[in-house]
């Protein structure tokens, strides 16, 4: 066998580290509490919406756990709203939501109101979230340990708390629906931990026990399904052994792979992708030329970015708040330079058994699934999308750290050293980290905190539009309403400005002028939607309302003698459902209050047309027929 010759690093044994696992665990998991704990008393945010708080199937608890099993992450909320519109792909994701059933039937809940339940049950997950990040950066370390660095504990601990303590995954701890990426790469290390444990000992209950995390780390997310390229790769560069062997290796993660591909193809069925033109499901929906190319490969420098100035950080980068770029952009060549680099470096330090070479592709491998290079995933990018990646960075920086601490001849100085620079790192992590963690509180706050780090984003207005509206809801003061509204209003609007495929504004525009009484200016919003996207989910509610006001509205004018001012209303009523019964009568009532005999007797014929069994309408009509003037109107 070839001899690892990873020349960015020195030899093991020039790398001793005074403090023992135990101690490492430990402040690895302390440190990931101190830094998140301030999440614990923390709301439903963001997605949590659509996977745990308006999902039947977790509501149900245990009973609800084959339909997780066997649907779309999405698909309970998917259901409410009528529609089969999935994203790009599909989203099987159960592992997580599985997770979310099993709490929703263990936290006690019982003489609670139903607010203060739901308040109990998002602590208790806050709280859950929060032990699977600090358990995951003990499983981390113990991949680093074992796998990754054997033998070179310094190295190993310096990349693990590098890792715990990036400021760009905040996301992933703070927003419980992001539990799925926690777990994914839990499960994912304990896949490459128990591999490598089957390959020095060949112990087939090692195997098994490695064919289980990877089946389990594919149901928590699809980025497992990249272990399959990297766990030959970690056999080529840590264990030494041919190309052809690493690839044998593999052969038994084929089955859990079938079965997974199996499952999620039967989840998946019946569902549709949305909307390519909306630039929500398609970012790059409105890009010219070669502007997607382009915005794609500056979104990888933006990655990049976030991971050495992790600031300011924010919930939405889609549009437009990330500008397409163009190809002569001077980033977006600075990014094809970078990442040629690093995918030469890959390929050339990978064949020298280089764990750099190693680190480097650990951070592309799993930017590739969602760079949108090959695939829509419906966003331009997202923080908690590069907590896989970062591990890679910080297998680099560990690794790079290690080398220059590699130098020093005391031991106790290293550990020093290594933890002065530590320390230092996490208190000025800590400094972005706890602030930023308080503004995901809940989705109100989350919301109209980042609509002003993102102004340009289409989403977080409309978003913002909803919140305002949610305050204006919560408070009994008339003129906090109307502020309220009004900014609403000026959010929804601006939204709309910026795309007008975003349709959750024109409803919250809607139903804002509902609220200012102007249901003539929120009849002009909802027709202007229902021509867009006449089946659109919210259409039918906001017109029902409308629709109520203005029968409520005709009878108020006819009963006061004001019949121009009835037929209008009840006119209105009819643009709404063409086929209301109440709204026919009242307007032939109306004509025929008003003198207009024969235009009474056309009506009351019409609503006799649309329902013959109508016996007021029948009635009516009959009786309007023997009126003066109106033996013509009736033919």
């Not at 070179?152 to 693990?160: G, R, V």
């Not at 039918?540 to 004018?557: A, P, S």
């Amino acid at each position: 066998m070839t001899k690892t010759t990873d020349f960015i690093s020195p030899a093991a044994d020039e790398r001793r580290f005074s403090l023992g696992f135990p101690v490492q665990a430990i402040l690895l998991f302390i440190v990931s509490v101190v830094l998140y704990g301030n999440t614990l008393m923390h709301m439903d945010a963001y997605d949590d919406m659509m996977v745990i708080t308006q999902n039947d199937y977790v509501h149900a608890g245990l009973a609800g756990i084959p339909k997780i099993l066997t649907s779309d992450a999405f698909a309970s909320y998917l259901a409410k709203a009528n529609s089969t519109d999935a994203l790009a792909g599909g989203r099987y994701r159960p592992l997580s939501i599985v997770l979310f059933a099993v709490e929703e039937q263990l936290i006690p809940t019982a003489g609670l109101k139903p607010a203060d339940a739901f308040a109990r049950q998002m602590h208790v997950r806050h709280g859950i979230n929060i032990l699977l990040y600090a358990i995951a950066a003990v499983v981390v370390l113990i991949f680093l340990r074992r796998v990754v660095f054997r033998g070179d504990p310094l190295a190993a601990f310096i990349a693990a708390m590098l890792f715990i303590i990036l400021p760009v995954h905040t996301e992933v701890v703070a927003n419980v629906k992001s539990s799925d990426e926690i777990l994914s790469l839990l499960f994912i290390c304990l896949t490459l931990i128990t591999a490598f444990s089957y390959r020095e000992k060949h112990k087939p209950a090692s195997l098994a026990l490695s064919l289980i995390c990877f089946f389990l780390a594919l149901l928590a997310k699809e980025y497992a399904v990249l272990l399959i390229v990297l766990l030959p790769v970690s056999f080529y560069v840590l264990g030494n052994d041919s190309w052809t062997i690493c690839i044998r290796r593999v052969a038994p993660y084929l089955a859990p792979l079938v079965l997974y591909g199996l499952m999620r193809s039967a989840a998946e069925h019946g569902l549709q992708a949305g909307d390519t033109d909306d630039v929500l499901r398609a970012p790059y929906a409105l890009a010219v030329g070669g502007e997607q190319l382009a915005s794609e490969l500056y979104v990888l420098l933006y990655y990049v970015k976030l991971l050495i100035v992790p600031y300011p950080l924010c919930s939405d980068y889609s549009y437009a708040q990330l500008p397409y770029r163009e190809m002569s952009d001077p980033l977006v060549w600075l990014s094809i330079v970078l990442y040629a680099a690093a995918l030469a470096g890959a390929v050339y330090l990978t064949g020298k058994r280089s764990v750099i070479g190693l680190a480097l592709v650990v951070y592309l491998l799993f930017l590739v699934p969602v760079s949108n290079l090959f695939l829509n995933i419906g966003a331009p990018m997202g923080e908690r999308l590069i907590y896989h990646a970062s591990l890679g960075f910080a297998i680099l920086v560990g690794a790079l750290a290690a080398r220059l601490m590699g130098g020093m001849q005391n031991e106790g100085g290293r550990t020093v050293a290594a933890l002065v620079l530590l320390a230092v790192l996490t208190v000025g992590a800590s400094c972005i980290i706890i602030p930023r963690n308080r503004d995901w509180r809940d989705n109100t706050t989350l919301t109209l905190k980042d609509v002003q780090i993102a102004p340009n984003s289409a989403l977080l207005a409309s978003n913002a539009g909803s919140a305002y509206m949610e305050l204006a809801n919560s408070t009994t003061n008339k003129d906090s309403s109307t502020f309220y509204l009004q900014q609403a209003m000026a959010e929804s609007q601006h939204a709309i400005q910026i795309s007008n495929t975003i349709y959750p504004a024109y409803l919250n525009l809607a139903a804002c002028y509902i609220r200012l009484n102007q249901q003539d200016s929120a009849m002009a919003q909802l027709n202007v939607l229902r021509g867009m996207k006449a089946n659109y989910s919210g259409i039918r509610k906001l017109y029902g309302v409308l629709l109520g006001y203005y029968l409520d509205n005709g009878k108020t004018q006819a009963d006061a003698g004001h019949y121009p001012e009835a037929i209008a209303a009840y006119k209105k009523a009819l643009d709404i459902n063409p086929r209301n019964e109440d709204a026919w009568d009242g307007l032939a009532n109306s004509f025929y209050a008003a003198g207009n005999t024969r235009q009474a007797v056309l009506t009351w014929g019409m609503l006799y047309k649309i329902n013959p069994q109508c016996t007021k309408g029948r009635e009516n009509y009959n009786r309007a027929q023997q009126a003066p003037g109106s033996g013509q109107a009736a033919k």
